[in-house]
């Protein structure tokens, strides 16, 4: 059996313990705490988040989720580690938070290492058709400053059937 | 050097016992109490350890979630006292409760501490935290 690695990374809320807990078949590895400042949220991960699922006969994926709050990034750098893939969740806000984005590209480099690489939009039920449009287009000016070619896609993370998807999706783009 | 999200940098007693367990044992380094997701409430570190509270916190924290959670998967059990062993030293994490908030306490010390003195100041030095007022 093949093991390969896959980090998923993001900001604050954007959905990455959602996202292993969906698709992980083992009962996930979790670290959330009650948090005590205000983040819009009762629970907040400050370790890591661990799953696994088989993507075919011979392989099985790890599913990395790291704290999103700048100060685990130590964190980050053990999960970086001779990963397959990368998912980076981008939570739709009014506001959104493109340093962010950059900042994680300027850390786990997946242009230049050649990490296959998904961008998966997440809350965006708010949001417009033409929102989201221009969030997009915001989004791979970004990529583009980073020389990244990336799908940039939408997920709930919380639907089995659009999780899948974007694992499909990052199969697809692994075998180019 | 102390960063802080809960008003309680005024708090003499918590003042005093870092203060008296730096005294009683000198060859401790760090003494760090934070919150389970991560913000220092208050740090002691020598000048030779130099290390940043808010990182410690961070640090500590996690480490607490990672031992609590595996602890759980192994032994049904949370964790009591998580310790990292080194030649340089030992640190050691464990958990309290300092004014109803759930807290981590970071002890490292080097190694003419030994490793049961250093579990031994933990543990007093957690319970110390949890009766103040
Ligand atoms: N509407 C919507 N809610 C989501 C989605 N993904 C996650 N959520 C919800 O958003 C909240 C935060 O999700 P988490 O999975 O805790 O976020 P996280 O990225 O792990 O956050 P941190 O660990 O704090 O960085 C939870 O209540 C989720 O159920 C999504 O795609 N759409
Ligand atoms: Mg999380």
């Known amino acids: 059996m093949e093991y390969k690695k896959l980090a998923i990374v993001g900001e604050l809320g954007a959905g990455k313990t959602q996202l292993v807990s969906t698709l992980s078949e083992i009962s996930p590895f979790e670290t959330e705490v009650e948090s005590t400042i205000d983040i819009g949220k009762q629970f907040t991960t400050v370790g890591i988040d661990y799953g696994r699922i088989r993507l075919d006969e011979q392989t099985a994926l790890g599913l990395y989720g790291v704290p999103g709050q700048e100060r685990y990034s130590f964190l980050w750098e053990m999960v970086s580690k001779s990963i397959w893939g990368l998912v980076i969740l981008f939570k739709y806000a009014e506001h959104a938070d493109m340093a962010n984005l950059d900042h994680l590209l300027s850390f786990f480099e997946p242009g230049q290492r050649k990490t296959p690489c998904v961008i998966a939009l997440s809350h965006i039920e708010n949001a417009g058709a033409e929102q989201v449009e221009d969030l997009v287009e915001e989004i791979q000016t970004v990529l583009k400053a980073h020389q990244l070619v990336a799908p940039v896609i939408e997920v709930d993370n919380r639907a089995k059937d659009s999780a899948i998807n974007l694992l499909y999706t990052l199969t697809a783009i692994s075998q180019y | ?133």
């Open chain 2, 1 to 133: 050097m102390s960063t802080t999200n809960v008003d309680i940098d005024d708090n003499a007693g918590l003042l005093d016992a870092i203060q008296s367990l730096c005294a009683d044992h000198r060859e401790i380094t760090l003494i760090s109490l934070c919150t389970l997701d991560g913000f220092s409430i208050k740090s002691f570190a020598t000048k030779e350890m130099g290390m940043e509270a808010d990182k410690v916190a961070a640090i500590a924290s996690s480490l607490c979630a990672i031992s609590n959670s595996s602890s759980i998967q192994f032994t049904e059990e949370e964790f009591d006292i998580t310790i990292i062993e080194s030649k340089g030293g030992n640190t050691l994490f464990c958990r309290t409760n300092y004014r109803g908030t759930d807290c981590v306490v970071t002890i490292s010390a080097r190694t003419k501490l030994s490793l049961a003195q250093a579990r031994f100041v933990l543990r007093r030095f957690s319970d110390v935290v949890a009766d103040l007022p």
